[in-house]
Structures are given as structure tokens and as C-alpha cells.
């Protein structure tokens, strides 16, 4: 049955259609609006504003619901891989084993850079955030790929994201690599896209790597778990980038620079640092459930709350169990982990964050399987830019072959009314 909205506005009536989705998400299509009345809608930080339509990712943040092209999360991080997730992700369906094959292939003939990127890695500051880093280097691979893509040819786009993919894990590994200090590490094509990362990480220069499968099983799940998450504050950059025709790589970067701040991606890191603030402090939770309920105090409990999930983000539950295990296959006991565990518990039952509706999130735990995997906490946010590479591409591709208009939103301004310029000597 299809709805329209009426709206009465000074004395008259309008009409605007209304557009319902396949999971029954419900908007009223106000782009006619200014046109017939002359007003703009207000919504700061885009809480209530749809930005387009998509068949990517479906989320329901009351049911505590997510699915890629129809799949649930669950699902695909018990049973799938990143690499076919990736491929779910772009091309809208699992692939056959053929057609897996072939990507897996492609993305390898895709890993590797231009020798000239190392001089670029060479001449960062060893202290560089890797975030910042990992923007940049993905930035300049438009200097070695000029040619841009035709976004309505399914090959050139299959290649482009693939090509993007293939050199992404290249630089993250070497990101690590640069602030740690080491030699920059090369590719080894004989194993998966996450061992070959892995392994990009951690080998050490002419020594035999063992892979660890524990460690590799982890990180696909992490991985897929991070894969799209439909118009987040990342997504709706490189939407937006790409949106005024901008290429792939540098639409990328720009999701990058959006990921990196401690209330999107950023708070990865961010949870990790307070949890060892609350150790160093003694261990006392409730003084800090106090401290992030204090409106006269900036502090937030970084890894809760989310502006779509009013229940438990279902990531977060397979990232807690998927703590559990990987401790305790790995043999290690970690405080911070028991630490996280009892903060989920106070702040659970606190009437603030009951009333709120503010539950962990995704990075709440994440960061503890990195740590127990070795990986530093400035790199957290480098992890979750891998996972999420594929979900952008993704966006990024169906809003160009939709051919989505400009983004460009307006305002309502409360600066000066008109007034005369003054000369400096007259001021
Ligand atoms: N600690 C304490 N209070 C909080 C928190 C928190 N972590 N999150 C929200 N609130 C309060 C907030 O002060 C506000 O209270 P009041 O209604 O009294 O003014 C209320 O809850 C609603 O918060 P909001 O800031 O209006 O909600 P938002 O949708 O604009 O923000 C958020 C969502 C994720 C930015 C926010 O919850 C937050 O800052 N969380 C901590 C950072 C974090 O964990 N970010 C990762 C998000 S999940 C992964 C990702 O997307 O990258």
C-alpha cells in the first residue's frame, strides 16, 4: 500500500510521497519541500535524514538487528570468510567457487606498490599516528593510478575495488611497520588476504613465520564484523567525497580521516587507553560510571552508546565471545579483559545508561583481542579501516552507478544581518 504525508503549513496543505523499504523502513521524500513552501528541514548530525536508498547493509538498532545484502552478521562471521564477505559486499551476492577463486586471484595480482611509496613511508616521522599515515598512502595511490574508473563498467569497477583491496593491506601492514620501526616487509602471495597481512605485520627479516591460525581465524571474524555498516559517519564521507565525482582512492582517504576520531573508529584505541586508566587507577569502576554521568565533565565510557543500535550492537556480543575464546586459546589471562567485563555489568545496571539505552558497541571489546594478539593500541583504528575497506568501496560504487546528485546540504543562517563595510580607521 503506498502513503503519502500531508503537511499543512500556513493555511495550505501539501502532500509528499512516501517510500518504504524491503525490511520496512519508512521516509517521507521531502526534496519538493523548499520548492512549495519555502522551508528547509533541520536535523543536526543527521539523526532523523536519510541520505539514499541502498541494497547494501541492513540495520536494525532496536532489534539489535544487522544483515549484509540479506545475510545476518551471525551468520557470515560463524561460517563465511572476509574474502568472500568482500565480494558479497561489492558484487550483491556470496560468489560461486569459481568466482571466488577468481577474486582471490585478482586481489593477489593487485598486491603490491610502487617502489616509490616506501620513499614516501620513509620520510614519515617514526611517531605518526598510522591513521594518519594510512589516509596519506592511500591518498597517493592516485598519483601512481591516474586513470580513473568508469563507474558504469561492472569490469573496471571489479578491478578497481580489487586493485584497492590488494595495495590497502600492503599499507596497513607497513603503517605498523613504520612506527615500530622495522623493515618495510613484503607480500606472500601463497597465503589468504588476512594471513598475508598478518604475516606482512609480524614477519621478521630473513626468519621462517609461522602462521597462527587462532590469530588468523580472529582477525577474519574481526574483520567481517567490521565489513559495512551502511550510512555511518565513515560511509557518508567517502559517499560525499565520491558524490562530486572525485576518485575512488581519494573518496577512501577521506573515510579514513572519518574513521580515525575517537567517537566513530577511534574509540577502538580510546576504550583500550581508559581501561588501562581505570587499572593504573586502582580498578574502582563505579568512580568512572560517576565520572561519565557527569555533565560538568567531558569524560564518556568510551565503547557505549551508538546513535542506531537502543539495544546490545550484535557485533559486540560475537567480539565478547570471540574474546573469550581467543584468550583462552592463547593461553592468556588478561585483567583488562575482567576489567571490561565488570564495567559492562555497572553500567548496565545503572539507571543513566538503562534510561539512555547506551549499551557496548562494537570497539567495547575489540581492542582486547588486538592486545591479545599482539597488535598496539594506535593500530586498533588501522584494523578497523581493513575490515571496513570493502563496505566503503561498496557505498562508494552503488552511489556512483546510481548516479546519486551532489551531496550538499543547507542551513539556516544566524550570523550578521547585511551591514556596510567599515574602514579600518573608522572600527
Ligand atoms: N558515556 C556517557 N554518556 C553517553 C555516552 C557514553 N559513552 N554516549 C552517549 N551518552 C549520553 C549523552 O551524554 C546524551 O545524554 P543526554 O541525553 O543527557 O544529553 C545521551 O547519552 C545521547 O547521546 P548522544 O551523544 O546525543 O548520542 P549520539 O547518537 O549523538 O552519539 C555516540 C553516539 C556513539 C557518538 C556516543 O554514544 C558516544 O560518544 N559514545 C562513546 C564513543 C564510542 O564508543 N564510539 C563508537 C561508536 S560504535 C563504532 C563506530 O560507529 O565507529
Redesign the pocket.
Known amino acids: 500500500m503506498s502513503h503519502t504525508f500531508k503537511l499543512n503549513y500556513d493555511g495550505s496543505e501539501f502532500e509528499y510521497p512516501v517510500q518504504e523499504g524491503t525490511m520496512g523502513d519508512i521516509a517521507v521524500d521531502i526534496s519538493s519541500l523548499r520548492a512549495q513552501t519555502g522551508l528547509i528541514t533541520m536535523d543536526p ?1 543527521y ?1 532523523n535524514t536519510g541520505s539514499t536508498e541502498s541494497k547494501i547493509t541492513f540495520l536494525d538498532g532496536e532489534e539489535g538487528k544487522l544483515l549484509y545484502r540479506g545475510y545476518p552478521i551471525e551468520q557470515l562471521a560463524e561460517k563465511s570468510s572476509f574474502e568472500e564477505v568482500m565480494y558479497l559486499l561489492l558484487e550483491g551476492e556470496l560468489p560461486t567457487q569459481d568466482e571466488l577463486t577468481i577474486f582471490k586471484n585478482t586481489l593477489k595480482d593487485y598486491n603490491f606498490v610502487n617502489d616509490r611509496v616506501k620513499k614516501i613511508i620513509d620520510a614519515f616521522p617514526q611517531e605518526a599516528h598510522p591513521m594518519g599515515v594510512l589516509a596519506s598512502l592511500t591518498s597517493s595511490l592516485t598519483a601512481f593510478n591516474p586513470k580513473s574508473v568508469n563507474v558504469n563498467n561492472e569490469k573496471e569497477m571489479y578491478h578497481a575495488a580489487a586493485r584497492l583491496i590488494g595495495k590497502f593491506s600492503i599499507l596497513s601492514a607497513w603503517t605498523y611497520r613504520k612506527m615500530t620501526g622495522k623493515d618495510l616487509s613484503e607480500p606472500d602471495n601463497n597465503l589468504s588476504y588476512v594471513a598475508n597481512f598478518y604475516q606482512m605485520m609480524f614477519r621478521e627479516k630473513n626468519k621462517d613465520f609461522e602462521v597462527n591460525d587462532v590469530i588468523v581465524n580472529a582477525l577474519d571474524k574481526l574483520f567481517i564484523l567490521h565489513a559495512d ?1 551502511e550510512q ?3 560511509a557518508s564521507t567517502v559517499r560525499l567525497v565520491g558524490s562530486s565525482h572525485a576518485g575512488l582512492f581519494v573518496s577512501i582517504s577521506a573515510g579514513i580521516s572519518a ?1 580515525w576520531g ?7 584505541q ?2 583500550l587507553e581508559m581501561l588501562e586508566n581505570i587499572q593504573k587507577d586502582g580498578g574502582g569502576l563505579q568512580k568512572w560510571v560517576d565520572k ?2 557527569d ?1 560538568d565533565d567531558s ?11 537502543k539495544n546490545m ?1 550484535p557485533r559486540a556480543k560475537i567480539i565478547k565471545k570471540a574474546a573469550d575464546d581467543v584468550l583462552n586459546q592463547l593461553g592468556i589471562q588478561d585483567e583488562v579483559l575482567d576489567l571490561a567485563r565488570g564495567l559492562e555489568e555497572v ?1 548496565l545496571k545503572d539507571e ?2 538503562v534510561e ?3 549499551y557496548p ?4 571489546y575489540s581492542g582486547i583481542i588486538y592486545r591479545a594478539l599482539g597488535i598496539p593500541n594506535e593500530m586498533f583504528t588501522v584494523m ?1 579501516a581493513l575490515g571496513r575497506l570493502p563496505g566503503w568501496i561498496a557505498q562508494w560504487k552503488e552511489m556512483r552507478q546510481t548516479n546519486q546528485p551532489i551531496g550538499r546540504p543547507r542551513q539556516v543562517y544566524t550570523g550578521e544581518p547585511t551591514r556596510d563595510y567599515i574602514s579600518v580607521e573608522n572600527r
Open positions: 548530525g539523526k555498516h555511518n559517519c565513515s574513521l575517537p567517537l566513530h573508529g577511534g574509540a577502538n580510546a576504550v561519565a554521568k555533565k569524560f564518556r565510557l568510551m565503547g557505549f552508546g551508538h546513535r542506531v543500535y550492537d553500567a543513566y545508561f539512555r539505552k547506551l558497541n562494537v570497539d567495547f578497523f
